[in-house]
């Protein structure tokens, strides 16, 4: 209810007060800002940057504890960059010193604003709980600006500080790398590249929430809203992890919810710990330990003046413990663990107690009570946070959400008993499906169109109603099952197959999107025309069936081949399928892994087993000229060179690149070619002339890579390759990267 609420509050639990302070005089703050001085200069030597003057002002002032120039540095430096909406960046500033001066200040204005005795409190607590070797994911500014510069000064312990809300900016993932150097696997460019590439195709599968704005210029996709970058930071920060789990422990202050985190984690002290494996449970010992832990520590917290006083420092324990708590509700609602309701209760109510002017926190236990039904206590509770924070906007917005629930369930509990009582009221069927959609109950939503689509007397349009709803939630397999089932009962309508064409395409099922609009067509032929013009067909014009013409059967085919084409195609396309036989696969890092088939063996080898003894017959009885003692000689190749070389021939994608492994088996070769910077991909036929092929002139198939730096790579595909082409540029274009003929139109 309140998620797109909480996306503006998360990242930061610094409240809003000015800082008065003009002068500190901390010597962490000076020695802080002294490591980061000559961080800054060792940047600049390494890439040749100029640096600009106002920096070394800047240092000046923070080793001075000048608060007020630091601030008003900052602020200029900031705007430089480029990095808030409504400012350019200047092309004379180099964005990769900015991270240092970022550091710096962050942690200047956590120093301000805090309470030194709590700071030190914080930063300690957590630094303690991080054994050497450790990852950690600090969120918040304070989770990473204060914990940095207690870290680096005192030089323990020896872990890792990176944010997890920065992975998606260039400048960052550079200084992490200049941090880390080769220690852990900091995120690429290409691995930027590849995320952002997973995330476009998820939107593929579902329509765009609220702050996510998403668009293809010229093949390249760009990400807008602060919801989007979210996203692109969890899969990146999931990248990771996968590669770092076997190998460190990781620990997380929350910033925002990253929801793939969940089943990994568990509370470890006032931040959590992200196991290398998911958690079956939270074993009643941890839910008893972190319980008493916080007791203590939120006892100690209200009996401390300074404490009391400070927003700013209320707002983030409260944080901490708000983030335990969504913990033990996601653990109750879809862990399995109904037990931990109470668990997380519990804890919203401390966090409320820590800060009850914290927004996050009151607007998250409401979407927590709201979810258990509990309406008029999450109104209670707004309206109560709404008395203290007068200013709060969002407050209003809230309270009516909260409203429209509460009316939904008194909606839903009336059709309930219209139902029981008359199971047959097609009417009231319709409305309960459309309330339980818009509370979010989608297991009852789907359980009741499976038993409504059964019925022989459901309307067309309530068919087409439930898709509407499901193309909403991005539910495409939902979509199919439903079309499917109207296409049962009118089987006759070719804009229903066609619809259904669309839907396969969305769940990467060419070959049976094919089947649905050769229905279409052959019901309705005009539509082939309108296929041709359809850009949502584009990954289904690269089969050759498309080409083709539609015949009586379910195999969509569009066109027409030259008399006696097809005939000479069946034959290279039977060739092709019994010896370039693979097998095909996409593993559970995304990539798609292609490598010859036993069934490619077999006809190798039976080649030689026939070729051999038959050309050596030929020769002892004379027949066949010098053919013959050439064939049986040229046969031995086969079990010598051909078969070992089919097993080292492989095709390997990722997101990030196209590698290609061939050549004999005493001199392989390899090529890789990267997506990074990759401006477009263009396929040739090209004819070598004085060479044949078994059916004809020999023709090689080359894609052409030319890059946005004028670059140009070219590879001649391999057998295994080309006889599996197909499936190679269905993956490129799911991932971003289309591949086009040398006259424009697609493969």
Known sequence: MVAGLLLCMSVDAVCQESPTQSKLNDEVLASFASLKRKQTADIGSKLGLQIAPEIGKFFAAAEQGDWNSVSNLYTNLRARTGMDQGTARDPAFASQLFQPVLETFGAYEAFVRWDRALLRKFGEDI????????????????????????????????????????????????????????????????????????YAEELQRRPAASGERVQVVDGRVNIQGVQAVNAINAIIAR???????????????ESFALPWMYPHLEPHGIIMKLNRDPLPKLTPEMVAANRKYWADYTAALLTDPR???????????SKLRTAHASLYAWRATQGGQPELLSEAEHAFRQAVELCRTSAETTFRYAEFLTKLE????????????????????????????????????GMESTLRRELESNPAN??????????LASRGKFKEMDAGIDQLIQRRDLPAAAFKNFAATYVQLGRWDRIEQVFRQYLGLYPEDAQGWYDLCLVRIQLQQPEAALNSLGQAIRLRPELRQAAYRDARLEKIKLFPSFNQPATESSSATLGKTEPGGAGRAS?????????????????????????????RYVMWILAFVVVAPV?????????????APGFFFASFLIPVLVVPGIALESVRVTPAALTVETGLWFLPTTREIRFSGLESVTEQIETQSGRRSRFGPRHDTVWYFRYRSGEERRMVLSDLFEANRTRVIEYLRRHGVGVRSASGATP
């Open 374 to 409: 509990r309406f008029d206590e999450a109104t209670k509770l707004v309206e109560n946070f709404g008395i203290l924070d007068k200013e709060n906007r969002e407050v209003g917005r809230v309270l009516d959400q909260i409203r429209k629930l509460q009316q939904l369930a």
């Open 571 to 599: 034959v290279a396309g039977l060739y092709d399928e019994l010896f370039g036989a693979a097998s095909v696969t996409e593993a559970a890092d995304g990539s798609l892994s292609i490598r010859s088939a036993p069934m």
């Open 426 to 435: 097609l009417n009231a069927a319709m409305q309960m499906l459309s309330v």
């Open 615 to 627: 050309s050596w017959w030929c020769w002892r009885h004379r027949i066949g000229g010098r053919l």
């Open 239 to 253: 990248q990771m992890f996968e590669r770092e789990r076997n190998n460190r422990g990781f620990y997380v202050e």
């Open 127 to 198: 630094l303690r709980s991080i054994p050497d070797g450790s990852i950690y994911f600090g969120g918040t500014d304070p989770g990473r600006f204060v914990i940095t510069a207690l870290k680096e000064v005192a030089g323990r312990p020896k872990i890792f500080v990176i944010t997890q809300n920065g992975l998606a900016d260039e400048s960052y993932r550079f200084f992490l790398r200049f941090v880390c150097g080769n220690q852990i696997s900091v995120p690429s460019d290409e691995d930027a590249a590849a995320a952002i590439r997973l």
């Open 307 to 317: 404490f009391q006083g400070n927003d700013t420092v209320r707002r983030v324990f």
